[in-house]
């Protein structure tokens, strides 16, 4: 089967860093991915892993373990607009066209 | 570039009336995307295709929905008859093909409502 676990709900300060976590069992990896959602909006793109390891983009960085089942997103010096839910989803390699399995996503707000 | 394009934004209608949403992936990109999200359930995905050919539609909840890619620039999610319980919001995305890092971009999504 498939399964992504993620908190369903973090608090932060502004200025301050927080660490969302992802693990996943899933019956073929082929990525994760992080998306932003804002509250009525759309998922927004914010980062792909598919070796093991850091990607940093600006603020915000990810990591993975495959050998683990475990990712990260890392969102450092917090601003009041990154108050979303975040979603990890996994790559099915074993269909084309490269379906997404997503998490229940992880509401961050952010506090003054 | 015009991004992912959905149409109606929002729709109210009531159980038992068909309903008809449509989307316009990014110009290039041939994969297309539907997915439902509910608090409950959060994200799902209900079917996709890759060059207007479904590949996946193990995510359709019944018979009552169908869904369709006549062209590489149109497809329709047609739910009939609806129901209550059908109330989400409805999401299109495209990617621009079959491997390595392509990345999904979703459309600003239809809010269905079915009383």
């Known amino acids: 089967g498939q399964n992504i676990d993620q908190p369903t709900e973090m608090t932060a300060t502004e200025g301050a860093i927080v660490q969302i976590n992802c693990t996943y069992q899933?019956?073929?990896?082929?990525?994760l991915f992080w998306y932003q959602q804002h509250a009525g909006e759309a998922p927004t793109f914010l980062s792909y892993?598919?070796?093991?390891g850091l990607e940093e983009k600006g603020r915000f960085s990810s990591f993975l373990s495959r050998s683990k089942g475990y990712s990260y997103l890392l969102l450092k010096e917090l601003q009041m607009k990154d108050s979303a839910s975040y979603l990890c989803?996994?790559?099915?390699?074993?269909?084309?066209?490269?379906?997404?399995?997503f998490g229940q996503g992880t509401e961050l707000s952010v506090k003054p | 570039d015009a991004g992912v394009i959905q149409s109606p934004r929002h729709e109210v209608t009531e159980m038992g009336q068909e309903v008809t949403l449509r989307c316009k992936p990014i110009?290039?990109?041939?994969?297309l995307f539907w997915y439902r999200q509910t608090m409950m359930r959060g994200l799902e995905l209900l079917i996709y295709?890759?060059?207007?050919?479904?590949?996946?539609d193990s995510g359709m909840p019944e018979d009552r929905f169908s869904a369709k890619m006549p062209n590489a620039s149109f497809s329709t999610l047609k739910i009939q008859p609806s129901e209550p319980r059908d109330s989400a919001v409805y999401f299109c995305?495209?990617?621009?093909?079959?491997?390595?890092?392509?990345?999904?971009?979703f459309g600003p999504g239809t809010r269905l409502l079915v009383l």
């Open positions: 295709f890759n060059n207007n050919v479904p590949i996946d």
């Open positions: 995305a495209s990617s621009s093909g079959l491997a390595g890092a392509e990345t999904q971009y």
């Open positions: 110009s290039g990109h041939n994969s």
């Open positions: 892993n598919v070796l093991d």
């Open positions: 989803a996994v790559r099915d390699p074993y269909n084309q066209g490269g379906k997404l399995i």
């Open positions: 899933t019956s073929g990896f082929n990525g």
